[in-house]
């Protein structure tokens, strides 16, 4: 099947915004969901937006979903460094399972 | 509320052998989903129980099972393991209802010798 679709790599200097991209695969889905990971550990989730939202705003982050282009982003206000770590999107089908997409590292330098 | 909690953290184990993880979700959830996190594959869907239930399962081999039991602890066992599969496992932890978001534990890191 297809897969969820990310850049792998973002760097920004501290203070910036920072945008992260993702490419869904199904059109069905009703939540789409930001997870962070630092090193060595879980997934934190971040945000979710549920399809019939176009924008999500929470404190510093805000989600833009396209629909119709199967497309989601997350965008981080005034990045710092404690911002650093892998950034996963992820797409909800049926009861609990979420399908991931590959993942954005975050560098956040000062 | 305490969050998800996985134990262990660790384990080494050598190929062939058997290993069991274990996930005591969050107070009051019923649903316990497992995933493995590998970096060749990313996060991979291995089942979700509900009630002590299987209730949706991945595409993973028969070796890699699942149980839950009546306070909503879920175990996963791995049988005749592999060297691939060395990986994090993360269970997740939600009410269960269709509209609910997962909440994850910290990963048990298991690497196969």
């Known amino acids: 099947g297809e897969d969820v679709e990310q850049s792998l790599f973002l760097s920004v200097r501290e203070g910036d915004s920072s945008v992260i991209n993702c490419t869904y695969t199904?059109?069905?889905?009703?939540?789409l969901y930001w997870y962070k990971q630092e090193p060595g550990a879980g997934l934190q989730l971040l945000t979710y937006?549920?399809?019939?939202?176009d924008m999500k705003q929470d404190q510093r982050l805000t989600v833009l979903l396209n629909k119709k282009d199967k497309h989601l982003s997350l965008r981080i206000a005034d990045t710092q460094t404690g911002d650093s770590a892998i950034y996963f999107c992820?797409?909800?089908?049926?009861?609990?399972?979420?399908?991931f997409g590959t993942g954005t590292r975050l560098l956040v330098s000062p | 509320k305490a969050g998800v909690t996985q134990t262990p953290r660790y384990l080494i184990k050598t190929r062939g052998q058997q290993v069991t993880l274990s996930c005591s979700p969050i107070?009051?959830?019923?649903?316990v989903s497992w995933y493995q996190q590998t970096p060749g594959q990313g996060l991979q869907f291995l089942f979700e129980?509900?009630?002590?239930?299987?209730?949706n399962k991945g595409n993973f081999p028969g070796r890699f099972s699942g149980r839950q039991f009546s306070n909503s602890r879920s175990e996963m066992n791995v049988s005749t393991l592999e060297l691939g599969d060395s990986a994090l496992y993360l269970c997740?932890?939600?009410?269960?209802?269709?509209?609910?978001?997962?909440?994850f534990g910290p990963g048990t890191r298991l690497l196969v010798l």
């Open positions: 107070s009051g959830h019923r649903s």
């Open positions: 129980y509900f009630s002590e239930t299987q209730r």
């Open positions: 992820a797409e909800k089908e049926g009861f609990q399972k979420l399908v």
């Open positions: 997740a932890s939600s009410t269960g209802t269709h509209q609910e978001t997962q909440y």
């Open positions: 937006i549920f399809s019939n939202m």
């Open positions: 199904d059109s069905s889905s009703t939540y």
